[in-house]
């Protein structure tokens, strides 16, 4: 069984501070990562996704997040925090897709980040 | 392109009382998921279905059933609702490992 630990519910910056945001996970096979972000009374956006190759990643809105399978972590990471990056934010394991996977996630608890002027 | 259509955005129920929460994709994907998403646990899979015709249960199906009878909808009923379904149900489809979600349909049973 998969699962993922997001350590912190609640994580605080000031503007223009760094952001991380932490992320480990349990699979049995090579997994699939993502993290998604949720604006209030949105539905869940895809920030970015490991799958093969390359274990540093580059998503939207100058997020990244590098895979390292020796710690089972996947950490988010923003160099600069800006006012519009309060959000929740989700990180999420997959098995390889195919099989009898058909993509399924199973998801962390959630991450809110506050962003101080 | 609409993408994830959910419907209704809101509802409320009496405990007993029955619903059926409707989702469509017009992004022509195989497979489909219903997630319920309850305060400190994130989302949590409900059932699933990789085409039309076909749904599987996933983490916590008990209380919901679900219908795929068209390629681009995907239905969840609550046959007699409980407070304990209280929730926010979130549908996605998927292509390429990627999940797109819906807005969200916001549950309360009293």
């Known amino acids: 069984a998969q699962s993922v630990t997001q350590l912190g519910s609640h994580v605080s910056v000031s503007e223009g501070a760094l952001v991380l945001l932490r992320c480990n996970y349990s699979s049995s096979v090579p997994p699939y990562l993502f993290w998604y972000v949720q604006y209030p009374n949105q539905g869940l956006q895809l920030l970015l996704k490991?799958?093969?190759?390359?274990?540093l990643v580059k998503g939207i809105n100058g997020f990244e997040a590098e895979f390292k399978k020796s710690e089972t972590s996947f950490h988010l990471t923003k160099p600069s925090a800006h006012m519009s990056d309060a959000a929740e934010y989700f990180c999420a394991v997959s098995d390889q897709a195919g099989g009898t996977s058909y993509g399924k996630l199973t998801f962390g608890q959630g991450t809110i980040l506050t962003v101080h002027p | 392109n609409a993408g994830v259509t959910q419907t209704p955005k809101f509802r409320v129920l009496k405990t007993g009382q029955s619903m059926t929460l409707l989702c469509a994709q017009d992004m022509n994907h195989e497979y489909m998921y219903w997630y319920r998403q309850d305060p400190g646990m994130g989302l949590r899979l409900i059932h699933y279905s990789v085409g039309e015709g076909t749904t599987a249960k996933g983490e916590v199906p008990d209380g919901y059933n679900v219908s795929r009878l068209k390629k681009q909808n995907f239905l969840l009923g609550l046959e007699s609702a409980a407070p304990s379904q209280t929730s926010v149900y979130f549908c996605a489809s998927s292509h390429s490992d990627t999940q797109y979600f819906g807005p969200g349909t916001r549950l309360t049973v009293l």
């Open positions: 490991y799958t093969t190759g390359a274990t």
